[in-house]
């Protein structure tokens, strides 16, 4: 459940000029996918210096079970980005060069190591409500212990070693104070086995490519009492051929946010 969501909102404070506070927030969500139906945590932060930004996130889900009750993680995984702009108040502010690590594991199957570095470019409305960051990224992958059961020599590579982000903002959403829409969208090229379809275990899948965007709508209910803190809201993740699962994805997801 990979989240990006605020980098819309710090590089625009970045790029421009004006103040980013540093943010840490944690989320919790119930996945109602009928592969997952688990809980997962999401402790994500956002730090901002004269040299760029820090941003990162941990995803924990909680689906190891015993006797249908959950006992622990069962699933982990990172993300955490740099991104540079020495030149902030030029008319390049909205550039920023942007070095990356994904990693983690889940089912104890390893997600790969993957190293990305490319441009961050930042659009925005003149009140900065409603923000744009279009990022191309190179993206290398760690294909080390990666096997092929239905073609054992198979050397797993990248078609095109590349990753398309974008990332969107939309502050007080309808006019309505308190109501954001966000999210992202990731395109990218990786070679990878697929184990299950909507129809159940897989033999023999393999992809060549991912789409991955987790849209979400949050509310800043705590407002309302005192506690601009609390957001309650959710996610549908859309993918194709993400993971180990075959084909187009929609899986629905609903929680709360605190942001500290």
């Not at 909680?62 to 982990?76: A, E, L, Q």
């Not at 059961?149 to 939309?170: H, R």
């Not at 929609?250 to 709360?256: E, H, K």
Request: net charge neutral.
């Amino acid at each position: 459940m990979s989240k990006k969501t605020i980098l819309a909102v710090v590089i625009a404070a970045l790029g421009f000029g004006q103040l980013a506070q540093a943010q840490t927030n944690i989320q919790v969500f119930y996945d109602f996918g009928k592969d997952r139906k688990h809980v997962t945590t999401t402790v994500e932060g956002f730090y901002n210096d004269n040299w760029g930004n820090t941003f990162f996130f941990v995803d924990h889900d909680f689906n190891n079970r015993i006797d249908n009750k959950v006992i622990s993680p069962n699933g982990t995984y990172m993300e955490i980005a740099r991104c540079l702009n020495f030149w902030q108040n030029t008319k390049l502010g909205g550039l920023s060069l942007q070095v990356e690590y994904n990693g983690g594991i889940y089912n104890a199957y390893a997600i790969n190591n993957a190293v990305l570095a490319g441009l961050d470019y930042f659009f925005h409305s003149a009140d900065y409500k409603n923000t744009l960051n279009v990022k191309v990224l190179y993206k290398w992958i760690d294909y080390r212990g990666q096997a092929r059961a239905d073609v054992p020599d198979y050397k797993f590579k990248s078609q095109v070693p590349m990753q398309f982000t974008l990332v969107w903002g939309m502050q007080d959403l309808f006019g309505l104070k308190g109501l954001r829409f966000s999210g992202f969208a990731d395109f990218w090229w990786q070679d990878h086995v697929l184990y299950n379809d909507h129809n159940g275990p897989l033999v023999g899948g393999f992809s060549r490519f991912v789409f991955l965007s987790e849209p979400q709508l949050w509310y800043n209910v705590g407002q309302w009492f005192g506690v601009n803190n609390f957001n309650i809201g959710g996610e549908v993740e859309l993918s194709y051929d993400f993971g180990s699962s075959k084909g187009f994805w929609a899986r629905p997801c609903a929680g709360v946010k605190w942001v500290f």
